[in-house]
């Protein structure tokens, strides 16, 4: 109860500076269009306002503003994903290239869409799909390979090219915190090099500001010329307590705000890296609750909605809080 | 002699360049003023002016002026490494601590000075003392210590702060560079943690912007609170052939500008990985031939200056170009 009175507290106090600074006058623009008005987004206004108010008890210097977010399911859809939809397409070219490639009984499944296959030792069979069309590889080709997937791309069931996918609140939501000199990253599952070929133009978010799953690389150097070869082998599975270990490397420092959404319980283990931060923090838990506007479902354990009642994570329900998913929609 | 010609036709283009845009009229202020005039501090002019150059055939897009630079001979001193000083005024620590751990063998010949101990399989001794003073640490005590490390630590031979050793003319390259829109980027064999402690206020470069030797990470966690645990274990030893794998995976291109220096051979992948990019690029090689103003130190195989003579590197003679080595010098 004493938590819930102090909170209320801050809100009003807010408030008061919100109004105080033209917050609710005429000539405010909302940072935050596609947002409903609500406690959640009071939540995350009053946060950023806070951080940058010198003298306020949530003050955080510039250079300890950085948000990390993941990627599948909390900037862009994730049913499916769209790296799985990448290894298919690009297996698709490399059968047309080698049609000897067939023969392999794995890639064989893939095409006649034998579930009963992959039903058994299946994570070993996904990942020799994954290791076939990602690695073996030179950089510079694959990075070619991808920007040309993501030139055509289209996302079944919403039938819109992906890169027309960012979810609309979130890119603002990325947009107004760099506004207020937050560094954007992104901490996903997803590979490296495979989101750096999208992640300027979607997000705004640089090629050097992506964490992620990484392969093994090798300098392959014949005295005239070289290129780094992707080996069939995973340097860094970034998912769960690997989330937190990346951001360190990459980072090093925790973040003061983190994104993430429930599906795997992927996102826990670096929102509570956040949460122990020193200075104020902010954790966002996106719950995929709309089957009308975009996917509804859940956690089989739902280890991450206990872990965001646990830890006072902000959950958002994309039916509720979002005005709209996609900047398309009406 | 096409190539020469070529140079001394581009070389004559660019001073006309500057002289147009007041290169050397009054008013013009030398952005290397620690730099002798020559060919060298001609070569990086030429380059910069060009890179920024739009409908120069030299011109480098913003996204792309990526300059990446190895930090011990290159940045600051290593006639002793300054990592090594660290080891051991932490190691002093720790035996105060715990006088028991004078029992190792290893920590006892390093107090005694004992050479004859580490002649013998010398490679696994140092490096159990460098696992001993850096790893078993969370990275919150990890960064505390080394930050103290920095507020006192005077440097051998010079009778210096440490932290007044950065090279006046490579602060001067890294100003410049960044005030035309370069991203600057130290990597080298150091570790990651204990560069970052002194690289934003020495360099002005962020700690997000530091690659490095790094040790594998643990994500501990307690429930309540949580820390990231540094194993007696390396994930990456930035060195050589590693040096471009991690510039592919931090940065994710190949830089335009590479700085480096003879003592090892350590930097002389980085530099072919950048001079192999299809955009223009630089690479310069710095050779300690000062023994007067700070050290004289020479290659065995003069591997790095066989393969500047062979690529067409820039060599540095710290003797000769530059005018100051230390802020303090007269």
């Not at 769209?82 to 890639?107: C, F, R, W």
């Not at 990602?134 to 950089?139: D, F, K, L, P, Y």
Request: include cysteine; glycine fraction near 6%; proline fraction near 6%.
């Amino acid at each position: 109860m004493i938590m819930k009175n102090k909170r209320a507290y801050l809100i009003k106090f807010y408030l008061l500076l919100f109004a105080s600074s033209g917050f609710s006058q005429p000539g405010y623009v909302d940072p935050l269009p596609s947002w409903n008005a609500g406690t959640l987004k009071g939540n995350i206004i009053e946060f950023v306002a806070a951080s940058i108010t010198a003298g306020s008890p949530k003050f955080i210097p510039v250079d300890d503003r950085i948000a990390v977010f993941d990627n599948d399911g909390t900037l862009w859809p994730e049913q499916p994903v769209i790296q799985g939809l990448y290894a298919i397409a690009h297996l698709k070219e490399m059968v047309a290239a080698d049609p000897s490639l067939m023969e392999n009984p794995t890639v064989k499944a893939v095409f006649e869409r034998d579930k009963e296959y992959f039903a058994e030792d299946g994570e070993r069979k996904v990942a020799e799909i994954i290791m076939l069309t990602h690695a073996n590889i030179s950089e510079d080709d694959f990075d070619f390979s991808v920007k040309n997937f993501f030139n055509h791309a289209v996302y079944p069931k919403l039938d819109k090219p992906v890169t027309q996918l960012a979810y609309q609140p979130m890119v603002e939501l990325l947009n107004y915190l760099r506004a207020n000199n937050f560094k954007t990253y992104i901490c996903s599952g997803g590979t490296v090099e495979f989101m750096r070929a999208v992640t300027p133009e979607m997000y705004n978010i640089p090629e050097q500001q992506v964490i992620g799953t990484s392969f093994k690389y090798k300098f392959v150097d014949d005295g005239y010329t070289n290129h780094i070869l992707r080996e069939p082998e995973l340097n860094s599975l970034n998912d769960k307590e690997m989330k937190p270990v990346n951001i360190q490397l990459v980072v090093g420092k925790r973040p003061v705000f983190v994104g993430g959404n429930v599906r795997s319980g992927g996102d826990i283990a670096m929102m509570k890296f956040s949460k122990s931060n020193t200075l104020p923090s902010f954790q966002l838990l996106i719950n995929h609750d709309d089957a009308d506007r975009e996917f509804a479902y859940q956690e089989p354990d739902n280890y991450s909605l206990n872990a965001a009642e646990q830890y006072n994570f902000n959950v958002v329900s994309m039916k509720n809080d979002w005005k709209k998913i996609f900047s398309f929609d009406k």
